[in-house]
């Protein structure tokens, strides 16, 4: 007891202290995220999306359409769509999700104003859709980060869900694809394409934002020698591990499963301690996206 309370005191010792996310200081760091990434996603929208007409879906989309179309100025697209939902958010889903979504709403068409001017760097659709798909992305995924939202179609998508009764996930699908089907016919079949390979990215980008990039691993450990590797894994490795009850499929004996997470750079010694205890364990590692709290990154669930 008294080696693991000291191995606990050691990993304390290798945390880095960080301004805690809660109350005054919460309301900062969602804020500055929601500015952010609306401004990273308005650089995208500029350098990338607009000038080779890559209208991947929601009000971007839509101002990308208007501009060819119509030729309006996409900011003034962005805010002419943006404040009716915002209205109809508040009126319909309730006060907080408008309150949330008004920051973005707002901002981002302003950013996408203030950088309409800046040098395009490629007018390869393929690139356009690639590198605008990873800033939109990676802005989006800021955004969401900061519990905020850039409105749009993500207001009605969510009024859509309330009164439909189908899945949030769906209407945002819907949505973007109206945009996509429209772009196939105000540009051209091949501009939807690229469309789509852009939407793509934005979502695993978002995705790699908000969950992370995968870069720990969790194991599960299936061993008659669980004491010895548990062992070896506090005082070799300096990690802590969760022991779990189990009952064999086949045999319906009782066994230990052991749990321990680790970074991705510690696997192979995680791996060489376990075979130097019993070479016949039986053993799976995984990805684990995001992994919050002692020994790894410090934040809110």
């Known amino acids: 007891m ?14 880095t202290t960080l301004i805690p996310l809660n109350g005054p200081w919460r309301n900062v760091v969602d804020t500055v995220s929601i500015i952010l990434g609306s401004f990273l996603i308005a650089v995208a929208f500029n350098l990338f999306l607009l000038p080779n007409q890559i209208a991947s879906g929601g ?3 839509l101002s990308i359409l208007g501009k060819h179309w119509l030729g309006l100025e996409p900011a003034y697209t962005q805010w002419a769509i943006n404040i009716p939902l915002l209205i109809a958010g508040f009126l ?5 999700y408008g309150i949330r979504s008004v920051l973005g709403s707002v901002v981002l068409p302003l950013f996408v104003y203030l950088t309409k001017d800046w040098a395009i ?3 390869n659709p393929l690139l356009g ?18 519990r905020g939202s850039t409105g749009g179609m993500s207001i009605l998508a969510r009024i859509v869900q309330k009164y439909s009764g189908l899945s949030y996930s769906l209407c945002v699908v819907m949505m973007d694809a109206t945009v996509i089907i429209m772009a196939a016919f105000v540009l051209s079949l091949e501009q939807s394409l690229f469309a789509l390979i852009g939407l793509y990215v ?3 980008v978002i995705d790699a934002v908000e969950m992370g990039l995968g870069n720990s691993k969790v194991a599960y450990i299936i061993s008659n020698q669980t004491e010895p590797i548990t062992k070896v894994i506090l005082d070799d490795l300096d990690r802590g591990l969760t022991k779990l009850e ?9 066994r230990t499963v052991l749990m321990v997470v680790v970074g991705q750079n510690e696997v192979p010694r995680l791996k060489a301690l376990i075979r130097s205890v019993d070479p016949g364990a039986f053993v799976i590692i995984s990805n684990a996206h995001e992994v919050l ?9």
Do not use: C, M
């Open 2 to 15: 008294q080696q693991q309370q000291q191995l606990h005191n050691n990993r304390k010792k290798r945390l």
């Open 59 to 61: 009000v971007s989309g």
């Open 92 to 96: 319909l889903i309730g006060k907080q």
């Open 121 to 123: 760097p490629t007018t």
């Open 129 to 146: 859709s690639l590198y605008g798909g990873i800033g939109v992305g990676l802005g989006i995924g800021i955004v969401y980060r900061g």
């Open 202 to 204: 934005t979502g695993k």
């Open 246 to 254: 189990a009952k064999g499929g086949y045999t319906d004996d009782q």
């Open 293 to 301: 709290g002692e020994g790894f990154k410090r934040g809110e669930l």
